[in-house]
């Protein structure tokens, strides 16, 4: 289902956005608004700050958008709660963050990912100073050069990965970081592999 169909709502989804950042203080080091879906890349502080947050901007957008377009209690406007998996720091936060912030160039929305508005990486070169106070220093060294690294393909073993994390809500970094990691936060179900159900064969 398409979330933002025009530019104000992407617009008045950035201020929720923001509203939740000043209200919450969450670190936001990277993100993509899509028609139909978004990415963020968040490092919160605390436990338990990554949900209240994500409490806080998903419950405020369903309200305005069913208000907006006369929907409410026509049913969910999100299919359930969001995914979300930690990150290795190093290489692996370098890749999500490309694969979050290329999203736009990806869906051949435009041909320089820096160019959707809707972005962080537009935020980061175009913004004002006031637009780049939503988005925080990252916990590794930003790249020289970081604008010309989006906007080169991915491998698509970096991609597919990526893709299962998003999915399995696995881990994602080297594999000694992964299993650790899963063990620690209760993760290790992410690892299995999805289970298939039994083909059951009879006449009729």
């Known amino acids: 289902m398409e979330l933002f169909s025009k530019e104000k709502d992407y617009a008045a989804f950035e201020g929720l956005l923001e509203e939740a950042w000043e209200s919450r203080a969450m670190r936001i080091c990277a993100y993509c608004l899509m028609p139909n879906h978004w990415h963020f890349v968040l490092w919160p502080e605390h436990d338990g700050d990554l949900a209240a947050f994500m409490q806080q901007l998903t ?3 369903v309200r305005r958008w069913q208000l907006h ?3 409410v209690g026509y049913g969910h406007v999100y299919q359930g709660r969001y995914k979300s998996f930690p990150v290795e720091e190093e290489q692996y936060f370098y890749q999500l963050a490309r694969y979050v912030e290329r999203n736009a160039l990806r869906a051949a929305l435009v041909e320089r990912a820096e ?3 809707w972005s962080s990486l537009w935020r980061r070169c175009s913004g004002t100073p006031q ?3 939503l988005l925080s220093a990252w916990p590794v060294a930003y790249p020289k050069g970081w604008c010309k690294l989006v906007n080169e393909p991915q491998t698509e073993a970096e991609v597919d990965a990526i893709r299962r994390c998003v999915a399995r809500g696995q881990p994602y ?3 000694n970081w992964v299993r650790r990691t899963a063990e620690q936060l209760g993760l290790e179900s992410t690892l299995r592999a999805p289970h298939r159900p039994r083909k059951v064969t009879g006449k009729q």
């Open 115 to 117: 160019a959707w508005r």
């Open 59 to 61: 419950t405020k957008h």
């Open 131 to 133: 637009e780049k106070r």
């Open 69 to 71: 377009r006369g929907r």
């Open 173 to 175: 970094g080297g594999e």
